[in-house]
């Protein structure tokens, strides 16, 4: 979508005749619906000195001019473009304009500068790397800017800057960004008119500003080929059994429901470590060599960033975020508008999109709508928040609504948790979820403990993990998280003063799941969901205790920072009965989740200490019927299903 487009010759009379700004708000208003004439007159400065920088007898006067031009399937926005030929090839230079006037370095990561923003200093993209990102954008998924080779050339207009002796805008540090897309500052007009003359001598004649915006969503052979490449040598992705079975299944489902036009929906069910990211990763890099505009969909963003930077290697990071995204995304999607959307964990799909909860209509019915075949992978037992709403009925009635056909699959076999379905049967009973079989039984070869004291559990994880960095500290929700300390390690959050015992939560700037600095910070229900490590010590806060025989949960323990049960407070007055049911359904649920995610082994320790010594009870029954009945252990009856 572009927001105005003309020649340069219509381009500069609008400016000069002040009719631009209102041109600017209509078309806001006619295609997006929401602006103010305030935020467009903001703009009026960058573009009048574009106009100033346009006024160049060498720039052909039928070169097309673009503004706020969005790259599809994302939120960003270029800014201006010029487009034309240079007697060769068609070209479109991508101009990113800022009115900064102050930038500070930043050194100690790549490609971010701390510049003033909103009254405050920020942290942000170099304007080199953000013209450079959108370009990159722009070429890896746009059809017709790859089939007809249509060249881009991004560059950054800072009109307002003045560079200095040293200047930490073009420091060295950058220097591998800027070579990619040039930086020009105030007093620096004439060089950006060279370069603009460079790829633009000649008119637009082949309506390129058209093209960019009406090519169809495509990944490009070069994005393809990266991704199949690093997902064949990356052993954490290989499919076994049932997890390849319901694979080929819903790779040809996928592959027929677009050949025939037919719009399909695809429910696979399944437990704790059944493999069901393991195949949605799969999925969406095998559609996409297929030429298919797949993407990979999530409510939590630490499974979307932890499998992102383990596809990147070579890849660029623009290309691979790009195919990954928050289950909100979809709230102005057009119908069809994707090939394949593979949703994730989507029993944590909410109704509202947006940060304050109230963009769209409901996510499961936007994930339909804008995708030709999508696919849904859910466990309705790791539903951890009142906002969770995914459930297959839910999925089954909108797909009903939007005309889709409906298939539904469900995986049986644990590959979490050493392969055993007992282990996670035996802790429904524990946490007394469910009543099951497995009372004294959790299967063979897993390693669970219940430690006397947490700082024992953080050493014994700390150790575990200098072997392959894939053991964890977890913890419930019970401590709070102040938004100030977020980026400060030597703030503790978690404290247990009875055992003199301190630990941060994970940082917020962190991917805390891989980062091999993060083994001794917690990380909580919305860090850990939907990913596995091969130990994990989980700190069971007061939320959960014993007494009179009975496992409770207590949600007035939970901190306040945790959005997990906002809203409990409010349901409790009203229906308290109720309140009390799904808080405590949401508790359980959580240390369940938390508890399943050591594929070898949980450590817990629990701050009640009746609980604890209950859990060492329950394990205590579990060593004695496993020294009486070695070879013969009984099981919770599951049912295995195919597709109905």
């Known amino acids: 979508m572009i927001i105005y487009e003309a020649t340069k010759t219509e381009f500069i009379s609008d400016v000069t005749n002040e009719l631009l700004v209102e041109r600017l708000y209509n078309s806001y208003q006619e295609k997006i619906g929401r602006t103010s004439k305030q ?100 070429k890896d998924f746009n059809e017709n800017v790859q089939e007809q080779k249509i060249d881009l050339k991004p560059c950054a207009y800072l009109h307002n800057y003045r560079k200095v002796v040293n200047d930490p805008l073009t420091d060295e540090h950058y220097q591998e960004h800027m070579n990619k897309a040039p930086i020009f500052a105030k007093g620096e007009i004439l060089k950006l008119r060279d370069f603009i003359k460079k790829y633009v001598r000649k008119g637009d004649h082949n309506k390129l500003i058209y093209q960019i915006e009406h090519g169809r969503i495509r990944p490009s052979k070069s994005l393809q080929d990266s991704l199949t490449n690093m997902l064949k040598g990356n052993e954490e992705f290989v499919m076994i059994d049932e997890q390849k079975v319901f694979y080929e299944e819903a790779f040809h489902s996928a592959l027929k429901c677009l050949k025939y036009n037919k719009k399909h929906v695809m429910i696979i069910e399944g437990g704790p470590g059944t493999g069901k990211s393991v195949m949605a990763i799969n999925l969406l890099v095998n559609l996409i060599n297929k030429g298919l505009m797949a993407l990979y969909v999530s409510k939590n963003s630490a499974p979307r960033e932890v499998y992102a930077s383990k596809l990147k290697g070579t890849v660029r990071k623009t290309e691979i975020d790009n195919l990954f995204k928050g289950s909100g995304s979809f709230t102005e999607s057009k119908l069809n508008e994707f090939d394949v959307i593979v949703v994730d964990e989507a029993h944590r799909l909410n109704e509202k999109s947006g940060f304050y909860g109230n963009q769209g209509e409901n996510q499961v019915k936007e994930l339909i709508k804008a995708s030709k075949f999508t696919l849904f992978f859910i466990d309705e037992n790791q539903r951890v928040t009142l906002k969770d709403i995914g459930s297959i009925d839910m999925i089954k009635k909108y797909a009903y609504e939007l005309n889709s ?105 962190s991917i805390w799941a891989i980062d091999q600095n993060s083994v001794s910070e917690a990380g909580c229900i919305h860090t850990a969901q939907g990913l596995e490590f091969d130990f994990v010590g989980v700190i069971i806060g007061p939320d959960l205790r014993y007494e009179n025989g009975e496992v409770i949960t207590d949600y007035t323990k939970r901190a306040k920072t945790d959005q997990s049960l906002k809203g409990i407070k409010t349901m ?4 308290p009965e109720k309140a009390q049911i799904v808080a405590d359904q949401i508790i359980r649920n959580t240390y369940r989740t938390l508890m399943t995610r050591g594929q070898k082994g949980c450590f817990i320790f629990c701050t009640d200490p009746k609980l604890n010594s209950y859990f060492k009870k329950r394990l205590q029954k579990t060593q004695i019927y496993d020294d009486l009945s070695p070879t013969s252990h009984s099981k919770v009856a599951e049912d295995e299903e195919g597709y109905n």
């Open 39 to 138: 935020e467009i007159v903001s703009w009026e400065n960058s573009l009048q000195r574009m106009s100033n920088v346009m006024q160049d007898k060498d720039i052909p006067n039928d070169a097309s001019v673009a503004i706020e031009f969005k790259i599809p399937n994302t939120s960003k926005r270029v800014d201006f473009i010029v487009a034309g030929n240079d007697g060769r090839q068609d070209h479109v230079v991508i101009v990113e304009l800022k009115q900064w006037t102050e930038v500070e370095k930043i050194t100690t990561k790549d490609a971010l500068v701390n510049t003033y923003l909103g009254g405050a200093k920020r942290a942000v993209a170099h304007p080199s790397y953000q013209a450079w990102s959108y370009a990159a954008l722009i």
């Open 405 to 509: 056909e409906v298939r539904i699959g469900k995986l049986v076999s644990q590959f979490r948790c050493d392969g055993s379905d007992a282990y996670i049967a035996w802790l429904d009973d524990v946490l007394q979820i469910r009543e099951t079989a497995n009372t004294h039984y959790y299967g063979v070869d897993y390693d669970f403990r219940v430690m006397d004291d947490p700082h024992d559990m953080l050493h014994e994880i700390e150790k575990l993990n200098r072997m392959n960095n894939k053991s964890r500290m977890l913890a419930g929700y019970c401590w709070e998280w102040p938004t100030g300390e977020r980026t400060n390690t030597m703030y503790k959050d978690i404290v247990i003063p009875e055992y003199n015992f301190e630990i941060s939560w994970n940082l917020k700037d």
């Open 572 to 575: 409790a007055k009203d229906n």
